[in-house]
């Protein structure tokens, strides 16, 4: 469209219009120099301030015995990296973390797909249906998890009531790190149900309707159209929904009263890490996690972003 | 249309723009809007882990202050109990911005950085108001005294207790003449009491609540048995473990037999079925004001002493100065002050079940008539306390790590031989690993101990 | 009006079976997503009494707003309330600033090293308290902001996320727009300013709504950052703070509800930007 633009305007006055392409080329050179750098000033002056030299402080302190009051502390080399591969506590907490990704996330994305599904078909009252599934996502992490280890409390908790049960969901190991994953199912799952009912609606209606003409019915129509260009969508919602369980915290500390869960069941990998760094005081060996952590964390976004240029180059 | 849009779109950025205004404004003053109300003179702010019954009587205590001193200013704050509240304190101290006085348990203190991330009390501001160190426990003081300094001023000792049901024992014929429950001196009695119990209880409850998949109580029932058969945890220099895997076994076997016998049901709420009707549960002293308010007729001894010897699960509550940079002033002496004044008037603080630390509130007639709180005094003459390391306190390293792995032979997830064999081993790797405020192990910091 | 355009509809739109069939399915699933809601209200208007009593039960048999009296009574939660809203505002309105600028920057101007800074930045997507919060508090500690509104904003003022969902936006900005500008004289400080803001109205507004939500919701930070109780956020406040007398589920549950509620309002209000915000925010993420 860009282009046709600019083919009416040159095909009126092509002198003038070579002239002013130069003329502009040097101003935008000439701004771009003189104030380029003082838009992205403020930002990046935050940015390391609070990011970057955070990073290279804790790369630095994972070298050292550093403690919480900020005093000079002593180079330690390696040692806390050593020390952390054989801490089978740390691995357990990684474990909880893992286990709870491979829980939360195919759940979230087949609920929030069928929710969108839904909501996007009912012909009535859409706002009502996106209100009551996006509602839950407006509460702050504590104030949920509040309430559900308030419904999850034997004796006073209205999910055994309602469903006729006596699951210890909070005071047994079996049973703990499922309550968190229905708490977070019910907290997060408005978001990527938005996600997708934003996805389904961009899917132009024409496509539909050829296919309707072919003679194809609502599963095919399902599975060759609406599946197919979902794909980027719940590419997103994958990755987005990993990164976030791989950090979980909130939830499992407020349902546990801050404990490491029955059994220490629901600890997870940055509870663990907070505990090393404020609870024992040692800021050195917590750093040394922190920067582990930060390293799967960047496996995975990195290998996403692989997939995602892989796919668009198969695509092709 | 357009003109009353026009004029909201206006209403409403000015209304935008001054709240922003004000939050920028907020931000920059950087205080609570709280302090902004304030107007006494001396503002002392006071952080406690008090919940439940201990602190509606810890509130009344400052009230009753605060009507006394009104020059004073109390802004007292309730956190979380546990980890949230050691960590918060020793956040704000180590940033700088304690509070004027805390609230720990003695057995923290050591792994608490005295020096540095606690101030020593001033003895002679304490005398003044009326705390001398002969109205103490010589022992009990001195587990506040560190390098020749107090850092800890006893409030309290809090014990774990046996409560039962007179009503429920009383059918079963357990109650001997003084309407206490008979004593208990072996593991079969033990659980031949439990027995009769269980035959004449309310269907549907279980006969004895013990806590079991929670790691703090298990851990100061096991803390309390270990002790009863005069286990060891180290050598006096902290250099060996002496830890006995077999008295471990032991214990853990008494622990775990309430399970496999049926008399608990794991994971019930212990105090709610107490009230309705549970013969026993094993609870901290903090239970009285809840089970007296229930209108129960219960008593409380120590924990029974099935492997002969008299020893239960003690800890006591101390007031702390959390270290500020410019400690001093009418503010450090208003935190003297209140803090003297709450040890002075335990009594109130006897009514929550704790023993009064101050050793004349003991001897008033209007505690020895308290009950049962008369009936478990005793107690504090043969606690159970952990080993005294920087890793050792309420919550602390030590409870944390075994804590948990004493549940799981408790729950039935492991068996008690091999948790033994567990918990030896957390023990050698914590006497050997480095407490992280001074860089010394437990043998090499022996001033702490 | 309301009823004519109702009316319009039904008449075009007819009730079949599998409609009356799918919208049943819709109130079903909405009742299973509003009942922890629902009996958090209620429960807030139980006595206390009643909120522990065994077995439990949906509705109050004394209906009483005992908890929210309470609530207002023992001040905390106003205060946090302030704090909350203090804390939202400045953070939203710092990043709605540096983000723009920078997404502009970053999409529009040349200077030298943009490439690498740009990828810098990027990588400041896999960054968040929860992955470096240790050395993040102990910087924080370094600069003396322990305890400090300052502390618990500045460090959410640089989020690389908004600056991409920005950057993406004026990237798509026709340059035609700025260049007349640029040739009747105007500067790129007032070109940013009269031109490309306006125009990036809804992006900035998603932004905004998305940083508030997520600034007002936020615990993990003002955790560890803030250990005054005065100092408190919502979140915080409800999660570490306990009044004296133990859970006190009716009041922990209005609490609870005073947290959640002006996002629920705003939501109410703001739907359409916000659900235009998330599209928005999904797309560019694509």
């Known amino acids: 469209m860009t282009t046709s633009a600019h083919m009416t305007t040159g095909a009126v006055a092509a002198p003038a219009r070579a002239r002013t392409a130069t003329a502009v080329a040097t101003v935008r050179r000439k701004q771009g120099f003189q104030h380029g750098g003082w838009f992205v000033a403020p930002f990046l002056a935050l940015f390391v301030l609070f990011v970057i030299w955070p990073l290279l402080r804790g790369v630095y302190l994972s070298f050292t015995d550093a403690n919480i009051s900020g005093d000079a502390a002593n180079f330690v080399g390696l040692d806390n990296y050593r020390e952390a591969l054989h801490d089978?506590?740390?691995?357990?907490?990684?474990?909880?973390?893992?286990?709870?990704?491979?829980?939360?996330?195919?759940?979230?994305?087949?609920?929030?797909?069928?929710?969108?599904?839904?909501?996007?078909?009912?012909?009535?009252?859409?706002?009502?249906?996106?209100?009551?599934?996006?509602v839950p996502f407006l509460l702050p992490s504590t104030v949920a998890a509040n309430m559900f280890q308030w419904l999850f409390t034997q004796g006073i908790g209205l999910i055994n009531e309602t469903f006729g049960l006596d699951?210890?969901?909070?005071?047994?190991?079996?049973?703990?790190?499922?309550?968190?994953?229905?708490?977070?199912?019910?907290?997060?799952?408005?978001?990527?149900?938005?996600?997708?009912?934003?996805?389904?609606?961009?899917?132009?209606?024409?496509?539909?309707?050829?296919?309707?003409?072919?003679?194809?019915?609502?599963?095919?129509?399902?599975?060759?159209?609406?599946?197919?260009?979902?794909?980027?969508?719940?590419?997103?919602?994958?990755?987005?929904?990993?990164l976030a369980s791989l950090q979980l915290f909130d939830q499992a500390v407020v349902m546990m009263d801050f404990g490491p869960g029955p059994e220490v069941s629901t600890r997870s990998f940055v509870q663990y890490t907070l505990e090393q760094g404020f609870t024992s005081y040692r800021v050195g060996y917590a750093s040394a996690m922190s920067i582990i952590f930060f390293v799967i964390i960047a496996v995975v976004a990195l290998a996403r972003m692989w997939l995602l240029r892989n796919r668009e180059e198969s695509g092709r | 249309m357009g003109r009353p849009d026009l004029s909201r779109r206006h209403l409403l950025s000015a209304a935008g723009g001054l709240t922003v205004a004000a939050g920028f404004g907020f931000a920059a003053l950087g205080t609570g809007a709280d302090a902004l109300a304030s107007g006494a003179d001396t503002r002392v702010r006071y952080w406690n882990l008090f919940s439940g019954g201990d602190g509606a009587n810890m509130i009344a205590m400052l009230d009753a202050f605060r009507k006394a001193h009104p020059g004073i200013?109390?802004?007292?704050?309730?956190?979380?109990?546990?980890?949230?509240?050691?960590?918060?304190?020793?956040?704000?101290?180590?940033?700088?911005?304690?509070?004027?006085?805390?609230?720990?348990?003695?057995?923290?203190?050591?792994?608490?950085?005295?020096?540095?991330?606690?101030?020593?009390?001033?003895?002679?501001?304490?005398?003044?108001?009326?705390?001398?160190?002969?109205?103490?426990?010589?022992a009990l003081w001195k587990r506040g005294v560190i390098d020749g300094k107090l850092y800890a001023l006893p409030l309290d000792i809090h014990v774990q207790l046996c409560f039962y049901r007179k009503d429920v024992l009383k059918k079963a014929g357990l109650l001997g003449d003084d309407g206490r429950m008979i004593p208990v001196t072996s593991t079969d009695e033990w659980f031949d009491v439990l027995k009769k119990a269980r035959a004449v209880q309310k269907k549907g409850l279980q006969t004895i609540g013990l806590w079991t998949n929670d790691q703090n109580f298990q851990w100061w029932f096991f803390v309390a048995f270990y002790t009863?058969?005069?286990?060891?945890?180290?050598?006096?220099?902290?250099?060996?473990?002496?830890?006995?895997?077999?008295?471990?076994?032991?214990?853990?076997?008494?622990?775990?037999?309430?399970?496999?016998?049926?008399?608990?049901?794991?994971?019930?709420?212990?105090?709610?079925?107490?009230?309705?009707?549970?013969?026993?549960?094993?609870?901290?002293?903090?239970?009285?004001?809840?089970?007296?308010?229930?209108?129960?007729?219960?008593?409380?001894?120590?924990?029974?002493?099935?492997?002969?010897?008299?020893?239960?699960?003690?800890?006591?509550h101390a007031f702390v100065l959390p270290h500020q940079a410019g400690r001093g002033g009418a503010t450090n002496e208003g935190a003297h002050e209140l803090a003297a004044y709450v040890v002075t008037h335990a009594l109130q603080w006897a009514a929550g079940g704790h023993i009064p630390a101050y050793t004349p509130t003991l001897s008033t007639a209007a505690y020895k008539?308290?009950?049962?709180?008369?009936?478990?005094?005793?107690?504090?003459?043969?606690?159970?306390?952990?080993?005294?390391?920087?890793?050792?306190?309420?919550?602390?390293?030590?409870?944390?790590?075994?804590?948990?792995?004493?549940?799981?032979?408790?729950?039935?997830?492991?068996k008690p031989a091999s948790v033994a064999q567990t918990m030896k081993r957390h023990l050698t790797r914590l006497l050997a690993s480095k407490n992280p405020m001074d860089g010394r192990t437990a043998a090499q910091g022996g001033a702490v101990a | 009006m309301t009823?004519?355009?109702?009316?319009?509809?039904?008449?075009?739109?007819?009730?079949?079976?599998?409609?009356?069939?799918?919208?049943?399915?819709?109130?079903?699933?909405?009742?299973?997503?509003?009942?922890?809601?629902?009996?958090?209200?209620?429960?807030?208007?139980?006595?206390?009494?009643?909120?522990?009593?065994?077995?439990?039960?949906?509705?109050?048999?004394?209906?009483?707003?005992?908890?929210?009296?309470?609530?207002?009574?023992?001040?905390?939660?106003?205060?946090?309330?302030?704090?909350?809203?203090?804390?939202?505002?400045?953070?939203?309105?710092?990043?709605?600033?540096?983000?723009?600028l920078a997404g502009y920057g970053f999409a529009r101007t040349e200077f030298r090293g943009k490439g690498?800074?740009?990828?810098?930045?990027?990588?400041?997507?896999?960054?968040?308290?929860?992955?470096?919060?240790?050395?993040?508090?102990?910087?924080?500690?370094?600069?003396?902001?322990?305890?400090?509104?300052?502390?618990?904003?500045?460090?959410?003022?640089?989020?690389?996320?908004?600056?991409?969902?920005?950057?993406?936006f004026f990237q798509g900005v026709p340059r035609?727009?700025?260049?007349?500008?640029?040739?009747?004289?105007?500067?790129?400080?007032?070109?940013?300013?009269?031109?490309?803001?306006?125009?990036?109205?809804?992006?900035?507004?998603?932004?905004?709504?998305?940083?508030?939500?997520?600034?007002?919701?936020?615990?993990?930070?003002?955790?560890?950052?803030?250990?005054?109780?005065?100092?408190?956020?919502?979140?915080?406040?409800?999660?570490?703070?306990?009044n004296s007398y133990g859970i006190q589920w009716a009041q922990l549950m209005a609490g609870g509800l005073m947290a959640g509620l002006p996002l629920i309002i705003v939501f109410v209000f703001f739907q359409r930007q916000i659900v235009a915000g998330v599209a928005h925010t999904g797309l560019a993420g694509q």
């Open chain 3, 116 to 168: 690498v800074l740009m990828g810098i930045v990027m990588s400041g997507l896999m960054i968040s308290p929860a992955v470096l919060g240790v050395p993040l508090f102990t910087t924080v500690q370094q600069m003396g902001m322990v305890d400090t509104y300052w502390g618990m904003i500045l460090p959410q003022c640089a989020p690389a996320a908004m600056v991409y969902i920005l950057y993406k």
């Open chain 1, 167 to 242: 699951t210890p969901w909070l005071t047994d190991k079996s049973y703990a790190m499922l309550a968190i994953v229905i708490e977070t199912l019910w907290w997060t799952v408005g978001f990527s149900f938005l996600l997708y009912l934003a996805a389904l609606q961009g899917i132009p209606d024409h496509l539909y309707e050829a296919a309707k003409l072919d003679g194809a019915n609502a599963w095919h129509r399902m599975v060759h159209i609406t599946l197919p260009m979902l794909r980027n969508i719940t590419g997103l919602v994958i990755a987005l929904q990993i």
């Open chain 2, 73 to 138: 200013d109390v802004k007292d704050s309730t956190l979380q109990w546990g980890n949230p509240f050691y960590t918060k304190l020793a956040m704000a101290a180590a940033g700088n911005r304690a509070p004027d006085l805390g609230v720990m348990h003695m057995g923290r203190v050591t792994g608490f950085s005295p020096g540095r991330l606690l101030d020593p009390w001033d003895v002679g501001l304490l005398a003044k108001y009326g705390v001398r160190e002969q109205d103490y426990n010589p």
């Open chain 1, 88 to 134: 089978s506590a740390m691995w357990d907490a990684l474990g909880h973390s893992a286990y709870f990704t491979l829980l939360v996330v195919p759940c979230i994305t087949v609920l929030a797909f069928l929710l969108a599904m839904l909501a996007h078909h009912i012909e009535r009252g859409k706002w009502l249906w996106r209100l009551c599934f996006f």
């Open chain 2, 228 to 316: 009863q058969l005069g286990g060891r945890w180290f050598n006096d220099d902290n250099t060996e473990v002496l830890f006995d895997p077999d008295k471990a076994t032991q214990v853990l076997e008494f622990l775990r037999r309430h399970v496999t016998d049926g008399y608990v049901i794991p994971g019930a709420p212990t105090g709610e079925q107490f009230i309705n009707g549970a013969p026993f549960t094993w609870e901290g002293n903090w239970s009285v004001p809840v089970f007296s308010g229930a209108k129960l007729d219960y008593g409380a001894t120590p924990l029974p002493p099935v492997f002969g010897k008299q020893a239960t699960h003690a800890e006591s």
């Open chain 2, 369 to 414: 008539k308290l009950t049962p709180q008369n009936e478990y005094v005793s107690a504090m003459d043969h606690q159970a306390t952990e080993p005294k390391v920087w890793f050792a306190g309420s919550t602390g390293v030590l409870a944390q790590d075994l804590g948990p792995v004493v549940v799981s032979s408790t729950m039935g997830s492991a």
């Open chain 3, 176 to 242: 035609e727009l700025e260049e007349a500008a640029f040739i009747d004289g105007a500067g790129r400080w007032r070109v940013f300013f009269t031109i490309v803001v306006p125009l990036a109205r809804p992006s900035l507004a998603a932004v905004g709504i998305f940083t508030f939500i997520a600034s007002w919701n936020n615990f993990l930070w003002p955790y560890m950052v803030t250990n005054n109780p005065d100092l408190m956020t919502m979140p915080n406040g409800i999660a570490t703070v306990m």
């Open chain 3, 3 to 100: 009823t004519a355009v109702q009316v319009r509809k039904s008449t075009r739109k007819p009730w079949t079976p599998s409609q009356i069939i799918l919208t049943l399915l819709g109130v079903a699933v909405s009742a299973v997503f509003v009942a922890p809601i629902a009996a958090a209200l209620f429960t807030s208007l139980k006595s206390e009494a009643e909120a522990a009593e065994i077995p439990p039960h949906w509705l109050p048999k004394v209906w009483t707003a005992q908890a929210w009296k309470a609530l207002w009574e023992t001040g905390n939660i106003t205060n946090w309330f302030i704090n909350s809203l203090v804390v939202s505002v400045c953070v939203t309105s710092v990043v709605l600033t540096v983000s723009a």
